[in-house]
């Protein structure tokens, strides 16, 4: 079904968190998305290992989260049942004890385990190394290639466009609107979303604007097989309370990870070997798996915001100029609510109503906050 649209809108950026929001727009503007490489989800969208969990980042976003939570269930978009660990040590009693406290306040069917009971969920760790740990039963693996079809898709059957292969040069005022200069020829639109990833800041100075602070950071993932003859399905998310590494399974092997996050500039991450054989090292002196070489290492930009909350809203020192970055480790789960948000703020519209009875408000995601900070002697 064609949308009848009022307004046109530009996208620059073909990760989650642009498709999220092109699909959003998709009833009333006339959407069009321009990726710079040749496909759409290529860089951190393309290389997530994503977990629905609605313990994970701070409080604003914990309750972005929870407004998700429906859309992602009702869109088929979990993949699996996977549940969250929080590993304590010996010695870490009054750590895990204080952890279960706050996230049980936050999600009601967080448990306190026992080493014995976080054993038998995960025997790869001893009873004896361990004081027990928080779990999350309700977490879940999210299907992130089947996420990003159904953004592209939703938006290709309203009539909105996916330019992929072309690259933002410049962005200028023209009028009530903005130009987008690219390498295929020039666009215009009377709103252009900065939706690039680790390059928000770059595509910012596009326009003549200085950047916000949001920092790529780098991560570094590989692949290893499980133990023989172990059955790992039922596997949660194993990350240690010191966020010195975790491990999930994924498809009959487990993805492991130094949980690192490296200052980046924006770039195509790859990998560092030193990073993959201090996360081998971490896992097996926690368990007793023994990984040896690992396959398949890869690597992905996180970018933050300098308060680890997304930014999404208007630029006030260039109109039309719509920011939505910085959403981290946490696009997957976000994203399907910040995308609603986002509409509904181009539209002039207040923040949707279940997302605001959770404590979000558009000046807490506003661009403008860092804007006044830095002005601030």
Same mark, same amino acid.
């Given at each position: 079904?064609?949308?009848?649209?009022?307004?046109?809108?530009?996208?620059?950026?073909?990760?989650?968190?642009?498709?999220?929001?092109?699909?959003?727009?998709?009833?009333?503007?006339?959407?069009?998305?321009?990726?710079?490489?040749?496909?759409?989800?290529?860089? $951190?969208?393309?290389?997530?290992?994503?977990?629905?969990?609605?313990?994970?980042?701070?409080?604003?976003?914990?309750?972005?989260?929870?407004?998700?939570?429906?859309?992602?269930?009702?869109?088929?978009?979990?993949?699996?049942?996977?549940?969250?660990?929080?590993?304590?040590?010996?010695?870490?009693?009054?750590?895990?004890?204080?952890?279960?406290?706050?996230?049980?306040?936050?999600?009601?069917?967080?448990?306190?385990?026992?080493?014995?009971?976080?054993?038998?969920?995960?025997?790869?760790?001893?009873?004896?190394?361990?004081?027990?740990?928080?779990?999350?039963?309700?977490?879940?693996?999210?299907?992130?290639?089947?996420?990003?079809?159904?953004?592209?898709? $939703?938006?290709?059957?309203?009539?909105?466009?996916?330019?992929?292969?072309?690259?933002?040069?410049?962005?200028?005022?023209?009028?009530?609107?903005?130009?987008?200069?690219?390498?295929?020829?020039?666009?215009?639109?009377?709103?252009?979303?900065?939706?690039?990833?680790?390059?928000?800041?770059?595509?910012?100075?596009?326009?003549?604007?200085?950047?916000?602070?949001?920092?790529?950071?780098?991560?570094?993932?590989?692949?290893?097989?499980?133990?023989?003859?172990?059955?790992?399905?039922?596997?949660?998310?194993?990350?240690?309370?010191?966020?010195?590494?975790?491990?999930?399974?994924?498809?009959?092997?487990?993805?492991?990870?130094?949980?690192?996050?490296?200052?980046?500039?924006?770039?195509?991450?790859?990998?560092?070997?030193?990073?993959?054989?201090?996360?081998?090292?971490?896992?097996?002196?926690?368990?007793?798996?023994?990984?040896?070489?690992?396959?398949?290492?890869?690597?992905?930009?996180?970018?933050?915001?300098?308060?680890?909350?997304?930014?999404?809203?208007?630029?006030?020192?260039?109109?039309?100029?719509?920011?939505?970055?910085?959403?981290?480790?946490?696009?997957?789960?976000?994203?399907?609510?910040?995308?609603?948000?986002?509409?509904?703020?181009?539209?002039?519209?207040?923040?949707?109503?279940?997302?605001?009875?959770?404590?979000?408000?558009?000046?807490?995601?506003?661009?403008?906050?860092?804007?006044?900070?830095?002005?601030?002697?």
């Amino acid at each position: 079904m064609q949308s009848n649209p009022s307004k046109k809108i530009i996208v620059i950026g073909g990760g989650i968190a642009g498709l999220s929001l092109a699909a959003a727009m998709r009833d009333w503007a006339e959407v069009t998305v321009i990726e710079r490489e040749p496909h759409l989800g290529y860089h $951190a969208s393309g290389r997530s290992a994503a977990l629905f969990t609605e313990t994970y980042g701070n409080r604003l976003v914990r309750a972005l989260t929870l407004a998700s939570r429906q859309a992602i269930v009702e869109g088929g978009f979990v993949a699996h049942q996977r549940g969250a660990l929080h590993v304590g040590w010996k010695g870490d009693d009054a750590a895990i004890d204080r952890l279960a406290g706050e996230l049980q306040a936050l999600v009601p069917s967080v448990r306190r385990l026992s080493a014995a009971e976080l054993h038998a969920l995960v025997p790869v760790i001893a009873i004896e190394a361990t004081c027990g740990g928080v779990y999350e039963p309700d977490a879940v693996d999210v299907d992130t290639g089947k996420m990003l079809a159904a953004c592209a898709s $939703a938006l290709k059957a309203s009539g909105g466009t996916i330019r992929t292969g072309e690259e933002v040069r410049a962005i200028s005022a023209l009028g009530d609107g903005l130009r987008v200069e690219t390498s295929a020829g020039a666009h215009t639109a009377d709103i252009v979303v900065n939706a690039a990833g680790a390059w928000v800041d770059v595509v910012a100075g596009m326009a003549g604007l200085p950047g916000l602070g949001l920092r790529p950071k780098r991560r570094t993932a590989f692949l290893f097989d499980p133990p023989a003859a172990t059955d790992i399905a039922g596997w949660p998310l194993v990350v240690d309370l010191h966020e010195q590494f975790y491990f999930k399974p994924d498809a009959g092997r487990l993805i492991g990870s130094l949980a690192d996050e490296t200052d980046s500039e924006p770039c195509d991450a790859y990998p560092e070997d030193i990073d993959v054989a201090i996360a081998v090292d971490r896992i097996e002196q926690a368990t007793s798996m023994r990984i040896g070489r690992p396959s398949t290492p890869w690597a992905g930009l996180r970018t933050f915001a300098p308060d680890r909350t997304p930014v999404a809203g208007f630029d006030p020192r260039l109109p039309g100029f719509f920011w939505l970055g910085g959403q981290g480790g946490y696009g997957f789960q976000v994203s399907l609510t910040l995308a609603r948000l986002s509409s509904a703020l181009m539209r002039g519209e207040p923040v949707p109503e279940d997302v605001a009875a959770l404590g979000v408000t558009a000046a807490a995601l506003a661009p403008d906050r860092f804007l006044t900070r830095s002005a601030t002697p």
